[in-house]
């Protein structure tokens, strides 16, 4: 096997954290967390900067993902088999419900968000495509994890960041509960990634019935929720947009 060019991975992983929660990072917190020196990491970004792929902030001097990169992944979304198949569904769930709605998949131990619909009537709001959450903290995530079991105990080797109180950070009690989405056919969290916000995922499945991805509404724990629970009813309409988007990839009965 040929050796693997250590500056690109390097430059890779720089970029992956300009993707996390927080978009805008400095020199010094990037090669902290990297285990960098801050010459190599400076370096790394002077030249991402030169072919567009991040910007600097002229107020703060942090370094963001440039406008570079947006063609590329326009490409990707564009030939995502389960986006062109999920806008439909995904509109019309977010019809339906009047929450917003998220369309993901597994990445990297991670959830990648391919689409997502805005709630109706919401307003200017940034919108998550490719941006990518916890798998053991999110409705999409224990959608997905629920039927990839190979990749829990790769999580639990790495440990189980806790987001919030309720985040399920055991290892135990996070199988019962992919083991209990995988009966009812849906996923659930109440306010495990964020405070005060609640989610209900199901699985698209393929022919084969693989688990290509999830689809997901959320919003304030008091409208997805009844008795601190996800309301059955909206868990009834994602399961069947997760139907309706698995048959048009062409998988049949569940």
Known sequence: MS???QSIERAAAVLRLLTGRSRRRGVADLANEL???KGTVYGILRTLKAVGFVEQDSDSRKYQLGAALL?????YLDGNELRRRGI???????TQTGECVRIGTVH???????HHVLRPGAGVEPLDVGSLMPLHATALGK???????DVVGELASRGLPSYTSATLTDLDLLTAELDA?????WAGDVAEFLPGVASIAAPVK????TVLGAIAISGPVERICANGSPRPELAGHVMQSAFTISRELGGGLW
């Open 3 to 5: 050796a693997r060019i």
């Open 35 to 37: 285990g960098l020196p």
């Open 71 to 75: 063609p590329i992944g326009s490409s």
């Open 88 to 94: 439909t569904s995904a509109d019309a769930l977010a």
């Open 108 to 114: 990297e131990h991670l959830v990648l968000i391919v």
């Open 143 to 149: 959608a997905l994890l629920a039927h990839h079991r």
């Open 181 to 185: 989405v995988a009966d009812r056919g």
């Open 206 to 209: 393929s022919h084969d019935h």
